[in-house]
């Protein structure tokens, strides 16, 4: 059964922000109806820090008056209040893996791309060379899947999901592929991912994610 009527779910969000989005696609599996509320960073307003108080930072869940903060936390919030569409299966070792590819996504894929967008010369090299690494990885865990979860959206997909759409932009912006033939298994989960119908409606706009990322990538690489 989807949110009744004497629920109220706000999400505090940016346009933009990979993490917000995540609990977007959580909340549109599970067919409960939020009111978004888009966060300027530059000028956060009093509720986000009255309901984020240690990080000030976006996403922040409210649900019926109480804040979750974190998108992971959220992401699991999420799935144990609402039962329907569940993203994290009922096998005690098949959630820890999926846990276990969430933790590997913020603590080695995310940030060594990360660093290839944002480093230059041996610095790169060296994000490249990890990234790498990590694809493989990734590319191994989709053998023989549809989704990372099997057959269906899962923990890990909504979490490894920014590469859908953010990879490209990327390599856009910096002229360089990153994620290229090595990787099919990825491509192909990527595509899929990106033209989900209950996906594809919640991608930020191309032109302004160019936009944004242009500017980023020339704050971190000046003109010498």
Known sequence: MANNMAEEVKLFKTWSNIFGLRVVWALKLKGIEYE??????????ALLLQYNPVYKKVPVLVHNGKPVSESLLILEYIDETWNQNPILPEDPFERARQRFLAKFNEEKLLPTIWAIFTKEGKDREEAMAASVENLKFVEEELKGKKFFGSE??????????????LIGIFEEVIGLKIVDERYPLLLAWMQEFYELPVIKDTWPPHDKMIIKYQALYENYHPAK
Request: proline content about 0%; cysteine-free.
């Open 36 to 45: 978004a509320i888009d966060e300027d960073l530059s000028n956060k307003s």
């Open 152 to 165: 269906k959206i899962g923990l890990a997909d909504l979490v490894f999901g920014w590469m859908a759409n």
